[in-house]
């Protein structure tokens, strides 16, 4: 079958006269979209049935359709489902009855681009053909298969697990539907979602990432919602807060898990309300955020034993996006060691190391309980310490294997004190003996947050915030 695709010329989305296929079999609704369109300049084409869509596709270029969920002859999914296989690039927003959101989740998860609800704000539907017209198009975001050299951060990995996982990136950064990343820590959830960003419509819209198990409980509320000058004590001047600075963007919750019962519910609100209320504010303002979720907990489990509402997990899970641990692509940490043994010798400014065969072969055989991350600080570590140009098994100091390293956690960590003459002010010398001693407990665990945490005398929550306090959480 030949398709014309909707997007394939770059030069398309710059065409004055964008081409939009509405398709529904309602005369009204095709006046009411047809006028509204028309008014933001857009060249507007209408098809009564499934039939007559799937025929003009094949015809004509387009680089937006909208369509409703029943037709006469079928269902607004079938299109969706036919865009995706024969367009891929064409986005395709579905128009749902009210209160069916199973429908807009189904057609968000066959690939469709967003959904509009009846009865349809006008408001909604101009920011939804704004974002589609804003997409970047397909051929330009191709990830690169290592792409060490380029600027832009990507997942590195050729093995089955890591290409289909790419794939299904670049098809997410084509929806705005909710996205769930789950992985163990340092498996790349972060990364994942910043590459759904850049490659999306929002791609020039900020990408805001929260850690929500940082926050102290009684910040939360205005550090998501903002504040009003002058709503509390040391309020001094008006502040957005994370929706309203990541309005028009994606808002990155990560550890999403932590966040207390009582936010969830006004989490929930906001997101599906798509309004935000400032502290000591009586406007609400209208908000338009992508949210990506991500934990190394099990969330269904959380839902489970009530530690998480079950509401606020489907709305935040419209798509799992699982990442694989490091060691389920061994295959791979050849290639992800390289890259990244290349970038930390660049950043340092020397000559660019490699490994011996026996080296590669112990990296291969390791386990990583932390994933990319513990590969980049054990490589780090050896380059802090080792001068050769070759670098061996020895200098990989690599742990011991889990099972004996779980026998040998110490009940209290015995720390080298700071030398207290050292001429630091008193709140420096604190913080770096509360900095020593968490990384002591994160490389006992093996950057297990909750055994270090636990090794360390304190709740999860109060190590996260510490190290973010700390400047820990980029390299740790
Ligand atoms: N496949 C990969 N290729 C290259 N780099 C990767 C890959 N996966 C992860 N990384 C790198 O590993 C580090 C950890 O990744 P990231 O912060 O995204 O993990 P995470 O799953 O969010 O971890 P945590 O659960 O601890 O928050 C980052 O420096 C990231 O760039
Ligand atoms: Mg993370």
Redesign the pocket.
């Known amino acids: 079958m030949s398709i014309v695709s909707g997007r394939d010329a770059v030069s398309s989305r710059k065409n004055p006269s964008p081409n939009i296929l509405i398709v529904d079999d309602e005369p009204d609704i095709i006046e009411l979209l047809e006028l509204t369109l028309a008014r933001m300049g857009m060249d507007v084409v209408s098809a009564r049935s499934l039939d007559e869509a799937k025929q003009l596709l094949q015809s004509k270029r387009f680089q937006l359709c909208l369509t409703d969920m029943r037709l006469a002859d079928g269902e607004g999914l079938d299109l969706v489902k036919f865009i995706a296989q024969f367009c891929a690039d064409l986005p395709v927003a579905v128009i749902t009855a009210h209160g069916t959101a199973e429908n807009a989740v189904a057609a968000l998860k066959a690939g469709a681009f967003d959904y509009l609800a009846k009865p349809v704000s006008l408001k909604q539907l101009r920011d939804l053909v704004k974002s589609a017209l804003n997409l970047p198009p397909m051929a330009a975001h191709a990830v690169p298969a290592a792409s060490s050299q380029s600027n832009q951060?990507?997942?590195?990995?050729e093995s089955q697990p890591?290409r289909q996982l790419r794939a299904t990136i670049d098809k997410l950064s084509r929806s705005q539907a909710a996205v769930y990343i789950s992985?163990?820590?340092?498996?790349?959830?972060?990364?994942?979602?910043r590459m759904i960003h850049e490659r999306s419509a929002r791609h020039q819209q900020p990408f805001v990432a929260v850690n929500c198990g940082a926050i102290p409980e009684n910040l939360m509320e205005s550090e998501f919602f903002g504040y009003k000058k002058g709503a509390f004590t040391g309020a001094e001047k008006d502040h957005d807060g994370f929706f309203l600075a990541a309005n028009g963007g994606t808002l990155f919750l990560?550890?999403v898990a932590d966040l207390p019962l009582a936010m969830q519910v006004k989490l929930l609100r906001v997101i599906q309300e798509k309004q935000v209320r400032r502290i000591g504010e009586s406007q609400e303002k209208n908000v338009d955020v992508r949210i990506i979720s991500?934990?190394?907990k099990r969330l269904n489990q959380c839902v489970e034993t009530g530690q998480f509402r079950q509401d606020l997990y489907y709305r935040l899970n419209v798509i799992e996006l699982n990442?694989p641990a490091?060691r389920e692509m061994r295959e791979?940490i050849p290639l992800?060691a390289t890259?990244?043994l290349e970038k930390l010798c660049r950043d340092a400014a020397r000559p660019v190391s490699s490994f011996t065969k026996g080296a590669l072969a112990k990296l291969v055989n390791y386990d990583y309980p932390g994933?990319?991350?513990e590969?980049?600080n054990i490589l780090e570590r050896t380059l802090a310490l080792c001068g050769e140009v070759q670098i061996g098994e020895a200098e990989l100091q690599l742990p011991v294997a889990t099972k004996e390293a779980k026998s040998s956690i110490p009940e209290n960590i015995n720390l080298i004190l700071p030398d207290l003459d050292s001429g630091l002010p008193l709140q420096d010398y604190l913080d770096q003996l509360e900095k020593d001693s968490i990384i002591k407990a994160l490389n006992i665990s093996r950057?297990n947050?909750t055994k270090a945490a636990k090794t360390l005398g304190i709740t999860v929550r109060s190590l996260r915030y510490r190290m973010e306090r700390l400047g820990l959480n980029e390299n740790v």
């Open positions: 951060r990507v997942l590195l990995g890591m992985g163990e820590s340092g498996s790349g959830k972060e990364l994942a979602a990560d550890e991500a934990t190394h990442m490091l791979d992800i890259a990244v994933n990319v991350r590969l980049e950057y947050r």
